[in-house]
């Protein structure tokens, strides 16, 4: 029998309050942030315990890659932004988890990175429902 | 006889000017961030005209993630530090460029990011050597 490597596993509270789910990867879970600003999404690797992205095992590392890609392409093609800001900073959510993030020129924080930059604003509730039926529909 | 993939490319103004070379890796120009206010190094692929990491080929995704694992892992364990922060923004600098940043508490941007955070503090040249210097060792 194959380990269960998501044992013991759960989402960060932080995470959990400032965004939605949008839908299961194979290795991550896939976030929506609830801020209405950027069309931001994040992935959750679903393995206790980690913090650094070299922390995961390589096939992990892999997967996550694959995930990050398939995320980043449709996040660009969906929205046409100017350029996808991917990071993975951790300082104040410690559990592992890769931003991936549409950038436009004349954004509220363009050319800054997103993080730490003001308040979240969060959507409407129809307006997160649409953004994220729209990226699942583009993945 | 194999293409030459690095064939073209040259090395942005800017990250020329802001940054010191550490040494070559097999896909990546490693290079230090000439900013005394935390340990940073940046991952530079050698392939010309690319902005984004899905624009890449699984093959050098696959490199530039080997390269980042050792480059982040030798990072924390020289540093000491709490938290790695990896990064591709491109907002202002388009060429693909991977920051790997030696983030503590209480450092200067401490727990937001370092990107846009106020001027850049220049090592004096004898610190700057010997960052790098320590950086070569550990790798």
């Not at 549409?102 to 969060?122: C, H, I, K, L, N």
Request: neutral net charge; charged residues 20%; glycine residues 8%.
């Amino acid at each position: 029998m194959l380990p269960d490597l998501k044992a013991g596993f759960t989402l960060d509270a932080r995470l959990h309050a400032d965004s939605e789910q949008v839908m299961w990867l194979g290795l991550c879970e896939l976030r929506a942030m609830n801020d209405r600003r950027w069309p931001w999404l994040i992935l959750v690797p679903q393995r206790p315990g980690i913090e650094e992205l070299h922390d995961l095992t390589p096939l992990d590392q892999a997967m996550l890659t694959f995930e990050a890609n398939l995320v980043a392409q449709s996040l660009k093609r969906l929205t046409g932004c100017t350029k996808i800001n991917s990071g993975a900073l951790g300082n104040i959510v410690r559990q592992l988890h890769l931003h991936v993030v549409a950038r436009s020129e004349g954004d509220p924080a363009w050319p800054g990175p997103v993080w730490g930059f003001g308040p979240r604003e969060p959507y409407r509730p129809a307006e997160l429902r649409s953004f994220i039926d729209n990226v699942r529909a583009s993945l």
